[in-house]
């Protein structure tokens, strides 16, 4: 098989195996020749299963030949984060101080992809426990960037973006906490959708269970639908997963923009973001006018940063579940982990409650504003790249592991749709991220959205550099 196959979207891939034109063994058998030959430079897998992938591309291949009903993703390879359980494998959540944990389920998403056809090769890395926005951990070392291997891809489902974005897979399953699968999609110029909150089943229980979703990362949004499709709907493991019907999101990728009511705002009122990054979004405020949008700049979205609360939550949670750890062994830990884990243990029970209320409230001023736009854009995240290794931005040292994000982690605290796609490159050559973020249930309007505005933009505008031969 030629390179040209890694860039190939996962919907030609698809059509391909129908036809017998490509065979998923050897799809899967490029996937995890990548995989490996990558780990010195990329180091995006934490554990690789040629074994099984193989066999059960050799079933897929099969069921192809034999004329066999083919699911929605059949014979394409796909990983898994680290923060969801694959049944028989390791399950560490990025951290040594669950090193040799291991799963006796798969999670329902990675359960679906299977059931639909699709070859997981690996699963991908992680910052511990997803607690920090960048590609790194004491477990798995450092995941670099396929733009420029000195920069982080983002996180925390870190290994999922910088496999896409090198071409190894078609796409992943990443998990989004605060942002955790846009982030890395605006780091590595892909696009990425968190559903509804409760719309992909989270099981086993996460340790973050109000904030957490399952989600796909892709190299375009019409990809990142197909694998949604796949995997989105109803299971009675998860207490709140949505009953209702999935929303037709491959339809929705090949609808028209034409009178949508589009929100833009650049700051969301707190944010601090570069000049080019303002650059870039302004642009891509600019392309949704000339779609047909109705474009408002919304200077303020929010009263307040709701980083508090978000930080209430999703860090006492996790603290929770490492209690142990963090009293008896906190060596193991990553040491930025640890420091912010503590002070969210020591909340008093009258504040973690005003928090709960304040979330509330938040949830219902999001709704208010939704009865007026359809949809709110903005940035992903306030800088276009971070060195490999660090956790904060310079200049942005007064925040703490996730708050310098700004951007992303109000909208896991209301629990609606947020997408991520590529808004364009910076001057230094790295991509860009723009948010599109929908009224709750209607993740059909984010990838419609999204869709549109990729279809807009030069061919491969979204690809990093192919002279990368250490990729």
């Known amino acids: 098989m030629s390179a040209e196959f890694d860039t190939l979207s996962a919907l030609a891939l698809r059509t391909l195996v129908a036809k017998r034109e490509v065979s998923p063994v050897e799809l899967t058998r490029r996937a995890l020749d990548r995989a490996i030959a990558t780990q010195p430079t990329l180091n995006a897998f934490f554990v690789i299963l040629e074994e099984e992938a193989m066999a059960a591309a050799r079933v897929a291949e099969d069921a192809v030949m034999a004329g066999a009903p083919l699911g929605l993703i059949h014979g394409l390879p796909f990983s898994a984060k680290d923060l969801m359980a694959v049944k028989g494998v390791r399950y560490a959540s990025g951290s040594r101080a669950m090193a040799d944990n291991i799963a006796d389920v798969d999670a329902p998403a990675v359960e679906r992809a299977k059931a639909e056809g699709g070859i997981l090769i690996g699963k991908t890395t992680t910052s511990e426990f997803g607690c920090k926005p960048i590609g790194d951990s004491p477990l798995t070392g450092i995941t670099r960037n396929p733009w420029n291997l000195a920069m982080t891809p983002g996180g925390s489902s870190a290994g999922a973006a910088a496999s896409v974005a090198a071409g190894i897979t078609p796409f992943a399953l990443g998990t989004d906490g605060g942002g955790s699968i846009r982030i890395p999609c605006a780091f590595s110029g892909l696009a990425g959708l968190k559903g509804q909150f409760g719309r992909v089943p989270v099981w086993p229980t996460s340790a973050t269970p109000t904030l957490a979703h399952v989600g796909p990362i892709a190299r375009s949004m019409t ?188 909208f896991n605290l209301t629990g609606q749709p947020a997408g991520a796609v590529c808004a364009g490159l910076s001057p230094d050559g790295m991509p860009i991220g723009l948010q599109i973020v929908g009224r709750s249930y209607c993740e059909d309007d984010v990838v419609r959205a999204a869709a549109a505005f990729e279809r807009a933009q030069s061919p491969g505008y979204n690809r990093p550099p192919a002279d990368r031969p250490s990729v």
């Open 223 to 410: 990809d990142a639908a197909l694998l949604f499709s796949a995997v989105a709907g109803h299971d009675r493991r998860d207490p709140f997963a949505v009953a209702g019907p999935v929303p037709d999101v491959m339809g929705a990728a090949r609808a028209s923009v034409a009178g949508m009511r589009v929100a833009y705002s650049p700051t969301f009122g707190y944010a601090r973001p570069a000049p080019e990054v303002i650059e870039a979004t302004d642009r891509a405020a600019r392309t949704f006018e000339a779609l047909g949008c109705h474009v408002d700049q919304v200077d303020q979205v929010f009263d307040t940063d709701p980083a508090d609360l978000w930080t209430a939550e999703f860090y006492a949670g996790v603290g929770t579940r490492l209690r142990d750890v963090l009293e008896n062994r906190r060596d193991l830990l990553d040491p930025a982990v640890a420091q912010i884990l503590m002070p969210a243990l020591d909340q008093e029970m009258k504040s973690y409650y005003a928090s709960v209320f304040a979330r509330y409230a938040l949830r219902e001023k999001m709704r208010l504003f939704f009865e007026r736009y359809d949809l709110l854009i903005s940035p992903v995240l306030p800088v276009s790249a971070l060195e490999a290794g660090r956790n904060l931005p310079e200049g942005l040292e007064d925040r703490n592991l996730v708050s310098w994000v700004f951007y992303t982690y109000p």
